[in-house]
């Protein structure tokens, strides 16, 4: 059977919902609950291993919570049916805690069964794509968590996130900086959704454009059609915006954002470029550099004033 690869759809609810501004961990939405359930049973066959495989699950989950089984209920013959017990754990067990285990586990068992073709009859998602919009749904609704090497970890980027994104974003809501502040949003939308060339692309741009919107501030004279980054930080530190001390972590972030928007793998018989996925965490990390910087420039700007 071929197996279709998952994608998130774009609904006009997904693309005019504001996006939260901080990863939280304390509590899992009604909405993921059901996503999750989504693709579990998009994932695992209500009757894989013979039925005895829900029943692992329920029964590991069970006793790590000190609990003789978890909630459900018997059909009219006094039969339990343990796919549904686990997916009532999920939406309805209020300690988010114990829900991420029963996530965890169940994820786990998945990626197992992923190595047992004979495991993975009338189900419509591959291991890797579950895991995949698993991660997604968790970034969509704010949720600072992912699923990594059979185990939920926590995503400590939020620290980053509260000291950088933020006051980045609160920043270019100043007059004069709608421009940068559209392309920091873009850039941070394309992340959270995991358009990664995409958001150190307009990371990149606004960058570019904060540097450019002081210029125009400040009556300092630059060519619009040649107007790169690196001419930018050069007028900048003519006019003395920023220490000398600071162009070099301007330079290193240029190269970081140019390198990285550009990443391809060129085949050697003139075939052509393909693009090469940014990874996640690389691209966070453009952005979170992107997001220093611009603060430290428009600090710097509100300061000259």
Request: hydrophobic share 40%.
């Amino acid at each position: 059977m071929l197996l279709a690869t998952v994608a998130l759809l774009n609904l006009f609810s997904r693309r005019n919902k504001p996006l939260p501004d901080v990863f939280q961990y304390t509590a899992l939405p009604e909405a993921l609950r059901v996503q999750i359930i989504h693709i579990l049973e998009e994932s695992l066959p209500a009757d894989f291993d013979n039925g005895r495989g829900w029943q692992n699950i329920a029964k590991r989950v069970a006793c790590e919570h000190g609990l003789l089984s978890i909630p459900g209920h018997a059909d009219g013959f006094g039969i339990r049916h343990h796919r549904a017990d686990c997916m009532g754990y999920i939406l309805q067990t209020k300690d988010p805690e114990k829900v991420l285990d029963m996530v965890e586990y169940s994820f786990t068992i998945l990626k197992v069964c992923g190595l047992d073709h004979r495991l993975r009859h009338n189900v419509s998602c591959e291991p890797d794509d579950a895991i995949k919009e698993l991660n997604q749904r968790f970034r969509i609704h704010g949720v600072g968590y992912a699923y990594q090497d059979t185990q939920i970890v926590r995503v400590d980027s939020q620290l980053l996130h509260a000291e950088a994104v933020v006051p980045a974003l609160q920043l270019l809501q100043q007059k004069g900086f709608k421009g940068p502040n559209e392309e920091f949003l873009s850039a941070h939308e394309h992340l959270r959704h995991g358009r990664t060339e995409e958001a150190v692309v307009d990371a990149g741009k606004a960058f570019e454009s904060t540097m450019k919107v002081i210029c125009d501030a400040k009556e300092w004279p630059y060519h619009e059609n040649r107007a790169t980054a690196s001419t930018l930080i050069g007028i900048i530190l003519e006019k003395k915006l920023i220490p000398t001390w600071g162009e070099e972590q301007l330079r290193n972030l240029e190269k970081c954002l140019t390198g990285l928007s550009t990443v391809r793998n060129r085949n050697a018989h003139g075939a052509g470029a393909t693009p090469r996925d940014v990874p996640d965490h690389l691209a966070a990390y453009a952005l979170h550099l992107a997001a220093s910087n611009i603060v430290f420039l428009v600090e710097s700007f509100n300061a000259m004033k």
